[in-house]
């Protein structure tokens, strides 16, 4: 009996101690990702693409607010925003702020069910078996975030088509509203993108794989997304447990090969939801992408184009 009391003991211990460092320390250990890819088309230059998604942003998260700002340090060609910024309905303020300068890159962005609404408590095991079932809080005051995003230029992709010019390369990207509420509408922006782009650039927030289907049977070379939080709980050696959506946990966050030609790169995202302040095996993150040129067939490169080397450094 008293083997079974100190097992216990020792059992219940090793929780506490896992969900103080889950909630504590890994939710707020802000890191870098850095990747390359190569999706441009042969020829072109390298453009430096800073990927943010998931801040669910509180006013309070001071912490939060100052890693983001000094992201603009980074000075990347381009900011892709892929939603769920807010999770307070005063929360404007913080994200625009914390964004800072990195408002005065080009950007494009696509909002989530965290921008239309604030989060509510939900049952954990519904991530895992009952994955359908929605639960949304009081709505969030998206429209003045949208407005903020818009004054200081950066573009709204949701349900539209654009063709523009970063860093000396034309860009054709289009956007779907979050496959995650069925608000997207594929049929609004279908059609293959502009031959002549450098690259072709399709954004969503949750990387459901009737959308990823549409936009690589389109021809996109690249799909970003969000929304799974990277897993948020991980297991050592497994990796993410559950993805919050239809994707596959293997492609829960970072680039993946999606069909024959379409990269598929997935952010683990900044915040979590208020009512699930952990992260573990999973820490927060924004990914700066070096876009580089497809190599051409046959050469050494070629043989390898695909394979990413990401690596992580704190900031």
Known sequence: MSHLKNTAAIAAGT?????????LIERNAFALREVTMPVLTPGSTPLRVLHLSDLHMLPRQRRKQAWLRELATLAPDFVVNTGDNLSHQKAVPAVVQALGDLLSVPGVFVFGSNDYFAPKPKNPTNYLFNK????????????????????????DMTHTRREFDVAGLRIAAAGVDDPHLKRDRYETIAGAPSPTANLSLGVTHSPEPWVLDRFAADGYQLVMAGHTHGGQLCLPFYGAVATNCELDRTRAKGPSQWGADMKLHVSAGIGTSPYAPVRFCCRPEATLLTLVATPTKGSVLGRRAGQAHPTVSAR
Not at 137 to 143: N, V
Request: net charge positive; glycine share 12%; aromatic share 12%.
């Open 15 to 23: 929780l506490a101690a896992g969900i103080g460092y889950a909630s």
């Open 132 to 155: 359908k079932r929605r639960i949304h809080g009081d709505p969030l005051p998206w429209q003045d975030l949208r407005a903020a995003f818009t004054e200081r230029g950066w573009l």
